[in-house]
Each structure stands twice: as C-alpha cells, then as structure tokens.
C-alpha cells in the first residue's frame, strides 16, 4: 500500500495581538503539532510530523506552507526522515515555501536518510516576494554508516530552486564510483548539507559580506576543532559558503556522517537570525528531547 499525503499550513497575524498564527489542512498522514511560542509571540514554531517515519516506492508526500507579510514561521522536524528501499517505483516529498513580503521563514527539517536500494526524488521550490526572506537548510544521508549499512544501490534526485535566480539540481546514483569517491564528487563522504538565505530581493553587499564572514568564521572553527589533537580519529569536513546570486547565499557542507555538518549549520543558523533579525542564538526545543 502507499500512501499520498499532503499539508498546506499557513501563516497569518493576529493584528490586534501581533501574533503569528499557523493554519493547516491535511490529508493523509502528515500533521503539524501545538504551535509553539518560545521566543514570543512574533514567532510560530511548529513540528512537522509524518506519523509513518518514511517513504517507500510509490509514496508522495505533498508540503505547501504559506507566509501571509508580517508572519515569522519555524518548522522543523522530530527526528530524521527516512527513504526506504524501493522496488522500482519512485517516493517522492515535494515542498512549496511561499513567503510574502516581510515575511520571513526558517525551514529546518531534520535529515533525510536514503537507504541502500532507495529511489528518491526530494523537491524543494521557494516562492519569495521581495522583501520576503528564507533561512533554511537541507541535510541528505546516504545509507547508515554506523549501523555498517553503507548506500551502495539506489538513487536519489534533489532539487533546490528559487524560480529565476537559484537552481541546484542533480542526481546521486549509489554505483556511480566517480561521483560517489573522486575529490571532484563527493570525496567519499556520505552526507551532504546545503544551508540557504534566501530573498524576493537583493540581499544587498553589505549584509551578503556578513552572512559569508560569520558562515566561513564558523567553518574555519569547525575544521579546527575537528584538527585539534585527540585519541579518537579525526572528523573530514569540506565546507564552504558563497554568494551565488545577490539574492541567495549559500553553506554546502560535506562529512562522513551527519552530526558534524548539522553542528556546523545550527551554529551559523543562530549567528545569521541573531546578526540580521535581533532574534535569539537558540534551537527549537525539540532538537534537545
């Protein structure tokens, strides 16, 4: 049996309070949890949950959250979404971020995980109104490394645009030795992370020259703490950030597993919304339970 869910959450202000409020509709098995409000009202935080824990050839999951101007909406995830091995058929999550002027979005979902034999297609779209912003993230895990289930079969199609200014797309095929292990691929890592902040509107230099010192500051940390001298065997990390359009900037993150690249997103993540929004260094509550 498959299954074909699909969530349209959307957020609006309570003008007489000045409240974000979160909306949603769903049908199948997708649901958002109690909106929370842990930094105060201005801001929503909500759990997207997905009650079978994954995907398997044939499902489709269908995300498409809504920003109304004024609004500042969370999401993020309980734990990591998984891509089962498939027989064929194709599973397949597509996400729309519809954001408003002055609005703004934090799209942080916990990891995907690809097992061997999988056929993936993960698809992400922003819509941005200028003046609208989306800070937001995208973690893939091929196989399960230290469960000594390594992705050697299978697929997996991503997508990241923001239609007209910002377009990555690739696939990854688990026996394509070449992309998989050579220095120009994925060097033999097997998680892959993209961090974005992302705009209706130019960025503008300053605040781009901003966001790029505080993302390589952290990485040069990163790799240093991972350089520092210890017992156990060092951690690889290959990272860099760019300014790919004045629209977006973007932190790509290669490791062999996932715990040190989403270490390294959380930390620029909270240097970026408290530099350029005045909100709080701090993780949705959940990443701690």
């Not at 971020?97 to 922003?126: K, M, S, T, Y």
């Not at 997508?159 to 994925?186: F, K, S, T, Y």
């Amino acid at each position: 049996m498959t299954w074909h869910a699909r969530l349209s959450l959307h957020y609006q202000q309570d003008r007489s309070a000045l409240r974000t409020l979160a909306r949603f509709s769903h049908d199948g098995p997708l649901r958002i949890l109690q909106s929370l409000y842990p930094e105060g009202d201005a801001i929503c935080h909500n759990v997207l949950v997905h009650p079978p824990g994954g995907l398997v050839g044939g499902d489709t999951l269908d995300i498409a959250v809504q920003l109304d101007s004024g609004t500042h909406g969370l999401i993020t995830t309980p734990g990591a979404s998984r891509f089962y091995r498939s027989d064929g058929p194709l599973a397949t999550q597509r996400t729309v971020l519809q954001v408003a002027a002055d609005a703004r979005l934090e799209w942080l979902p916990l990891e995907a995980i690809c097992f061997d034999g999988c056929n993936a297609l993960n698809h992400l779209e922003l819509q941005i109104a200028p003046g609208g912003c989306v800070l937001g993230w995208d973690v893939t895990a091929l196989g399960l490394p230290h469960a000594q289930q390594p992705f050697v079969r299978g697929s997996l199609q991503q997508h990241l645009e923001l239609p007209g200014v910002w377009l990555e797309r690739g696939r990854i095929q688990a026996d394509d030795a070449l992309l998989m292990n050579a220095p120009a691929g994925l060097a033999g890592q097997r998680c892959l992370a993209t961090l974005f902040w992302a705009q209706g509107s130019d960025i503008g230099r300053d605040q781009r020259e901003q966001l790029l010192d505080s993302a390589r500051t952290a990485i040069d940390v990163a790799r240093g703490a991972t350089a520092a001298p210890t017992t156990a065997p060092q951690t690889p990390l290959h990272a860099g950030a760019t300014a790919v359009h004045p629209q977006v900037v973007v932190v790509r993150v290669l490791t062999p597993t996932v715990e040190p690249a989403m270490q390294l997103l959380r930390q620029i993540r909270r240097q970026w919304r408290a530099q350029h929004w005045g909100c709080a260094a701090q993780d949705p509550r959940i990443w701690a339970m």
